[in-house]
């Protein structure tokens, strides 16, 4: 047998713990697997005197992380953070650098600094395993740098992040409200510490800058993704897309198109009988349409503990039984830049809730507002007011479907339409895909 294979962690929070668990309870059957033992050597977090429910006096402690990730008395690092910048990626860049091997579950970091720690790496020839970074337990970077390489990939999207799908089917299942779901997901420890990063669409953003590297040969490029959040989905949204026979989802598409790549990650408007629409709770899915294979979804827990514990123990195991690919499934050298595509026209049409003014003249000011900008209504329906009574008096929730269109002609509408004055708040709008997902 080889020596054992010495680890480090450093992040001792949900993901952190639950490693230190399955590392344990499935010591010896990893061995068996990778030849030779996996020890974690030593540990590293913020606080050594917080109760974190687990005997950790077994392990060396380390204050800083950057030393623990370049100490001689470990082989392979393993970082859950968190974090683009700071400690999390001083630490990985010292590890690389020292010619250690690194497993990270930490999407912002990747999306960021992917591309410089894949060529350390190379350089190194160290492994930088990220399976845990997409997805939690869903072996996507698997799925795409190995088992799809006889593919030309065309389109990836999906659900890639279990706190905004949480929220959205609690507020459907039980109407709760988004704040009240917000805080089950972080006691569920499904968030990112700081949770805009999760409802504010970029914590999907980083994953899907990621996967479309892997899918396309490209540079990782998160300022290339259009980014739009669920924050602002109330319970009327989730009532009225289900009275027209939707789910509201938080997806993230990555599309090949003849001017590049398009990136974009938003709430999506899909119909219920659709596969993605039963995507519930913290579950994700991913889907990959690409010309061998056709169409391939992988679907399972995108956050919680265990669950990305669990894709971070296989990174682990790969590394002990000598597995060493370039990261992004291609030398660093040989990935093409990526080429932004402009926003596609939309074919599924566009869910528009606006507060109006009930007076005479606001929905012929509305209908013609949108006629000026080459947009045709599917439907127009004035509701009875709902949400408080304040504002019960002065306006009522206007919903319009319009039929395909480009998301540039509905801003412009719109814009046109709050300048008229009926609008007593912020148009909400939502694309609708009736074919796509
Ligand atoms: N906050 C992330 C999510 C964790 O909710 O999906 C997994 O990346």
């Known amino acids: 047998m080889l020596p054992p294979l010495r680890v480090g962690i450093a992040g001792l929070g949900t993901v952190g ?40 006096s077994r392990y060396e402690w380390f204050d800083d992380p950057v030393k623990l990730a370049a100490a001689p008395q470990i082989d392979l690092f393993v970082e859950l953070i968190g974090g683009a910048d700071g400690a999390a990626h001083d630490a990985v860049a010292a590890a690389l650098r020292s010619g250690k091997s690194v497993v990270t579950a930490n999407k912002a970091l990747l999306a960021k600094h992917g591309i410089a720690l894949a060529k350390l790496a190379e350089e190194k020839q160290a492994a930088l395993a990220f399976e845990a970074s997409v997805a939690g337990s869903i072996p996507i970077v698997k799925t795409l740098r190995e088992a799809l390489s006889g593919n030309v990939v065309q389109r990836v999207y999906g ?7 949480y929220i959205l089917s609690r507020m459907e299942t039980e109407a709760l409200s988004f704040d009240d779901c917000l805080s089950e997901a972080q006691r569920l420890g499904y968030a990112e510490a700081d949770p805009s990063f999760d409802i504010g669409g970029q914590d999907t953003a980083h994953k899907l800058a990621v996967l479309t590297a892997l899918a396309f040969g ?38 090949r198109t003849s001017g590049g790549i398009e990136q974009r990650v938003h709430p999506t408007m899909v119909p219920r009988s659709s596969a993605i629409a039963q995507v519930m709770g913290v579950t994700n899915a991913v889907t990959v349409d690409a010309d061998a294979v056709h169409e391939l979804t992988l679907m399972g827990p995108g956050a919680g503990g265990e669950a990305t514990a669990s894709a971070v123990v296989a990174d682990i195991v790969d590394i002990a039984k000598g597995l060493r690919q370039p990261p992004l499934g291609l030398p660093v050298s040989s990935l093409k830049p ?27 000011a509305i209908a013609t507002r949108m006629a000026e900008c080459n947009i045709s209504l599917e439907s127009i329906m004035q509701r009875r007011p709902w949400g408080d009574k304040a504002k019960r008096a002065e306006a009522v929730p206007v919903i319009l ?26 148009p909400q709008v939502i694309r609708i895909e009736r074919e796509q997902f």
């Open 338 to 364: 990526l080429e932004r595509a402009p926003i596609q026209m939309h074919e599924g049409g566009y869910y528009i809730r606006l507060s109006v003014y009930d007076r005479p003249g606001a929905a012929a």
């Open 218 to 255: 490209t540079m990782i490029d998160p300022d290339a993704v259009a980014i739009e959040g669920i924050s602002s989905i109330t319970l009327a949204d989730i009532k009225a897309a289900d009275e027209l026979g939707y789910r509201i989802k938080l997806l993230g598409v990555a599309n």
């Open 401 to 426: 479907i319009t039929h395909a269109t480009y998301e540039k002609s509905v801003r412009q509408a719109l814009a046109s339409v709050v300048a008229d004055g009926f609008i007593a708040e912020n």
């Open 17 to 56: 713990l639950a490693v230190l668990r399955l590392l344990d309870r499935r010591a010896a059957a990893l061995a068996a697997m990778s030849g030779r033992m996996i020890e974690i050597a030593a540990v590293s977090a913020k606080n050594p005197a917080k109760d974190r429910g687990a005997d950790l």
């Open 159 to 165: 659900i890639l992040n279990g706190t905004c799908n």
